[in-house]
């Protein structure tokens, strides 16, 4: 912490005698940002997106596209293969929606594996919308994991946040502790929740690679009533991507011993309420910037999504596109 510096948006900061770096809202996560980098001042001008969203949310306004001087941009492509086409935001929340209705009249219950920081949150505003336009019936809404303290940190900076939850906030009417949702905070109010009656529960982490949500799995799967709802990306070789591929048996330890784990429970995937951005997003993203960079770099993405967005960005805009190999070597000018 000693040696952190906190930036603000559109700051220009020099960190060496030829470079600078200015950050940008990059529409993921709370306080998540885009360097744009100034080298030589001026020579040459490189914008690393990282994880980005071209769009606006329930929770953060979209990224930021117009910039001073832009030469290189190097973009994610996590969604960014021609299967990637993600539905309308709109479209993946009514899903959402009826995906719990159906689940609720049958007595089941829905668990929705999150990402801890901005991933629940989003998912808590569907939530909490719905329930106050009466299209959720008044059914627990149970959050376990670091949803609840990261959500401390959301209230904290609203500044960070779309127009419409800053001002709720300001308004002393903070959606994030409205009363519909509940907080597990203890081993007996999990076995509560498990043991009890239909109910929605939120929990990390998203890929069930440890954290609350793997717990809920291992008693909920076997049941048909109860659905698991996937929202957030799933990493190649998670538990949540092996579930997500169609896995109907799992080996899981409990207490110390490995037992077979039926999963007979629905499976649910909403790809269109993911973070990043998705193909289309990313095209419009290179697209709209300003200006139009020389060269756009693809990382973050498996190798033939990563491919896949090159080939379509230069056949679209016949922009130098390159996907390095890790440990590569580009030279930018």
């Known amino acids: ?94 899903e959402l929606i009826e995906v719990i209705n159906e689940t609720i009249k049958k007595k089941g219950k ?43 940190i959301h209230t904290a900076y609203p500044d960070f946040l779309n127009s419409f939850v800053r001002s709720e906030i300001f308004k002393d009417n903070n959606p994030f502790i409205s009363d519909i949702f509940q907080r597990v905070g203890s081993q007996s109010e999990r076995k509560k929740v498990i043991e009890g009656g239909p109910c929605v529960v939120l929990a990390t982490s998203g890929m069930l690679v440890g954290g609350a949500s793997v717990e809920y799995f291992r008693h909920l799967a076997s049941n048909k009533n109860n659905v698991i709802c996937f929202v957030c990306y799933q990493g190649v070789g998670s538990l949540g991507r092996q579930v997500q591929e169609g896995i109907q048996e799992v ?5 110390g011993k490995e037992e077979d784990v039926k999963i007979n429970m629905r499976v649910i995937t909403i790809p269109g309420l993911t973070a990043h951005a998705g193909r289309n997003e990313l095209l419009e993203f290179a697209n709209k910037s300003q200006p139009r960079p020389n060269r756009i770099i693809i990382n973050h993405g498996e190798q033939s999504k990563c491919l896949d967005l090159a080939s379509s960005i230069y056949k679209l805009h016949h922009i130098e596109t390159n996907v390095p190999r890790n440990l590569e070597t580009i030279r930018l000018r």
């Open 1 to 94: 912490m000693r040696h952190t510096i906190c930036l603000n948006y559109n700051e220009v900061t020099d960190i060496a005698p030829d470079m600078r770096i200015t950050m940008y809202n990059s529409g993921h996560a709370l306080g998540s940002a885009m360097i744009h980098i100034n080298i030589g001042n001026g020579a040459h001008n490189l914008l690393y997106t990282g994880d980005m969203k071209f769009s606006r949310t329930k929770l953060l306004d979209r990224a930021i596209c117009n910039f001073p001087r832009l030469e290189t941009m190097l973009i994610e492509s996590t969604y960014g293969s021609r299967n990637d086409v993600l539905p309308k935001r709109i479209e993946a929340e009514e």
């Open 110 to 152: 829905v668990l929705i594996p999150e990402l801890g920081l901005g991933r629940a949150q989003e998912t808590m505003l569907i939530l909490e919308e719905a329930m106050r336009q009466n299209k959720l019936p008044k059914i627990p809404i149970y959050i376990d994991g670091m949803i609840w303290d990261i959500n401390g």
């Open 251 to 255: 080996k899981m330890s409990i207490e």
